[in-house]
């Protein structure tokens, strides 16, 4: 049964997966799965300046997504997983029709498979060698 702690939190499945919905913002999830990095450090590996970088991080701090501690002048993130988690949650629900179209496409192509002779593989006939005549000079 579908969870309705889940569906009454659907605001904040919107905003988890707009979070996750851009690219860039996901490779800085994975650079936060190895470990804490500071703004500058996930706006590194990216053609953006530090403003951009920083509006990805609070698009990804309103999703709850990831955690940043300020100290002086670094900002330091962590990410969060505990939203990822609700929308797996969610997607889970959906899994049993992709997973049972899935299963009936691989019996309808391992029926199709069974029902088409193999077509038998010709081996490549030998061609004759052919040899140079050396032309002899007169």
Known sequence: MFNHMVELNTSQLDI???????????????????????VGQLAEPF???LAAASKHIK???QAGLIRREIHG?????RLEAAPMANAL??????ERFWTGRLDALEQ????????TPTPIKETPREQPRRT?????AD
Do not use: N, P, Q
């Not at 949650?89 to 959906?94: A, D, G, I, T």
């Open 108 to 115: 309808l192509l391992r029926a199709e498979h069974a029902r």
């Open 89 to 94: 949650e969610w997607l889970r629900h959906y």
């Open 47 to 49: 053609d953006i300046s």
């Open 59 to 61: 698009a990804l701090e």
């Open 16 to 38: 988890v997966f707009h979070a996750l919905g851009d690219a860039t913002r996901r490779r800085m999830l994975a650079s936060l799965a190895d470990g804490e990095r500071t």
């Open 73 to 77: 002048r670094v900002h330091l993130c």
């Open 132 to 136: 140079k005549r050396l032309r002899r």
